[in-house]
């Protein structure tokens, strides 16, 4: 099993926000993350991957693991040192789990975001997230930042509701 989770050191850049179990929140995950990226300055080609995947992400947690009433998180974790970048976006409905179902296909209707997350991320997995909810994760290898440069970061919200801060 890999986790990859983030190694808390002072290099780790993070991103954290609550977004309304909505399409537009969904929406908004996406954007939010796009402008994250791009102000960590990540390699096109894994800012578009991380991007794709965050839009999967967020949608299924809207269609999938939406509660009346609750949100959902998105976390973007950057380890610049490691060449890591992790994905996270935590729901609800933690009695569900997603699972990759081998029988969807391009031609169906619905099935296939998690197809699209096991082929743009280097892993993907789930954990349980106290106390009723779960979080759904990707992780992808990033090169590493050359000469110890450090990528700017546009913004850091912590999450009140995050057991780690």
Same mark, same amino acid.
């Given at each position: 099993?890999?986790?990859?989770?983030?190694?808390?050191?002072?290099?780790?850049?993070?991103?954290?926000?609550?977004?309304?179990?909505?399409?537009?929140?969904?929406? /908004?995950?996406?954007?939010?993350? #796009? !402008?994250? *990226? +791009?102000?960590?300055?990540?390699?096109?080609?894994?800012?578009? $991957?991380? &991007?794709?995947?965050?839009?999967?992400?967020?949608?299924?947690?809207?269609?999938?693991?939406?509660?009346?009433?609750?949100?959902?998180?998105?976390? /973007?974790?950057?380890?610049?040192? #490691? !060449?890591? *970048? +992790?994905?996270?976006?935590?729901?609800?409905?933690?009695?569900? $789990?997603? &699972?990759?179902?081998?029988?969807?296909?391009?031609?169906?209707?619905?099935?296939?975001?998690?197809?699209?997350?096991?082929?743009?991320?280097?892993?993907?997995?789930?954990?349980?997230?106290?106390?009723?909810? +779960?979080?759904?994760?990707?992780?992808?290898?990033?090169?590493?930042?050359?000469?110890?440069?450090?990528?700017?970061?546009?913004?850091?919200?912590?999450?009140?509701?995050?057991?780690?801060?």
């Amino acid at each position: 099993m890999h986790s990859l989770a983030p190694q808390r050191t002072a290099n780790v850049r993070t991103f954290r926000q609550l977004l309304s179990s909505t399409r537009r929140g969904a929406r /908004l995950a996406r954007l939010l993350a #796009a !402008g994250e *990226l +791009r102000a960590w300055q990540l390699p096109p080609s894994v800012a578009e $991957r991380a &991007e794709r995947i965050v839009a999967e992400l967020a949608a299924n947690a809207v269609f999938h693991g939406s509660v009346r009433g609750r949100d959902f998180r998105l976390g /973007l974790f950057l380890d610049p040192v #490691a !060449g890591h *970048l +992790r994905i996270e976006v935590t729901d609800a409905r933690g009695e569900y $789990r997603p &699972e990759h179902r081998p029988s969807v296909t391009a031609d169906c209707e619905s099935g296939r975001g998690l197809l699209l997350v096991t082929a743009l991320a280097d892993y993907w997995g789930t954990e349980p997230y106290p106390t009723s909810g +779960r979080t759904v994760w990707a992780a992808l290898t990033v090169p590493r930042i050359c000469h110890g440069e450090q990528p700017q970061h546009a913004t850091d919200r912590p999450d009140p509701h995050h057991p780690a801060q």
